[in-house]
C-alpha cells in the first residue's frame, strides 16, 4: 500500500509544500549558493572560520564599546 493509498491528501499537501517553497525561493540569491558550491569542502571551512573570526571580533568591539 503506498502512502498514496493510505492518504489520498498526501498529494495535496506535497502541492501546497511546492507552492511554499516556490515562495521562498524568489528571495533567495541562488548566484551565492552556487559560487560557494564551487569551492571546494576546506575552503567552504576556511571561508567559515574568517566569518567566526569576524563575529567573534564585533562582538568584542560591541562588548568594548557598551563598558
Known amino acids: 500500500m503506498t502512502a498514496q493509498q493510505r ?3 498526501s498529494s495535496k499537501d506535497a502541492d501546497s ?3 511554499v517553497i516556490d ?3 524568489k528571495d533567495i540569491d ?3 549558493i552556487r ?3 564551487k569551492l571546494s569542502v576546506q575552503q567552504r571551512f576556511d571561508k567559515f572560520a574568517e566569518f567566526m573570526k ?3 571580533e564585533l562582538k568584542r568591539a ?3 564599546q557598551r563598558q
Do not use: C
Open 35 to 37: 559560487e560557494n558550491l
Open 62 to 64: 560591541g562588548k568594548a
Open 30 to 32: 541562488r548566484t551565492l
Open 23 to 25: 515562495l521562498y525561493k
Open 54 to 56: 569576524l563575529a567573534d
Open 7 to 9: 492518504d489520498p491528501d
Open 17 to 19: 509544500i511546492d507552492a
